[in-house]
């Protein structure tokens, strides 16, 4: 969503297009969920979709994925650091990136195995 609220903002969206460039959007299951809400407000859409694909209940479960995310024995450096990015913008959507770098940088030192971490 946060591409798609990058794009509304950018080219001055009221929420009647929002609602229309959303739908259009959308594909696979979110698309034949929507389908049947023809003249849906953009409001009544995120609530659809938030209702059936999500809500607190995703974002406390990436916020765990994030808390227990272990780097993987054949996982680089750069893949560790791109998914604790990526989990972080998922389970911490409304922060501001600042903010939301100091969580990501806190879980990837926490995602390093100490056990197996020795100077040389």
């Not at 023809?38 to 808390?67: C, I, M, N, P, W």
């Not at 990526?86 to 990136?97: C, E, K």
């Not at 903010?99 to 390093?112: E, G, N």
Request: net charge positive; proline share 2%; glycine share 4%.
């Amino acid at each position: 969503m946060s591409k798609f609220n990058i794009a509304a903002k950018y080219n001055g969206w009221d929420r009647r297009d929002r609602a229309a460039f959303l739908k259009l959007s959308l594909v696979g299951q979110p698309a034949k969920l929507i389908r049947q809400l023809e003249d849906a407000t953009y409001a009544e859409v995120l609530q659809k979709l938030k209702t059936h694909f999500g809500g607190s209940d995703l974002l406390k479960q990436h916020r765990l994925d994030l808390k227990t995310r272990k780097k993987k024995a054949s996982e680089s450096w750069n893949e560790l650091a791109f998914e604790i990015e990526r989990i972080t913008s998922q389970a911490y959507p409304g922060l501001d990136d600042g903010q939301r770098d100091s969580i990501a940088l806190d879980a990837f030192v926490d995602a390093i195995d100490k056990k197996n971490c020795e100077l040389k």
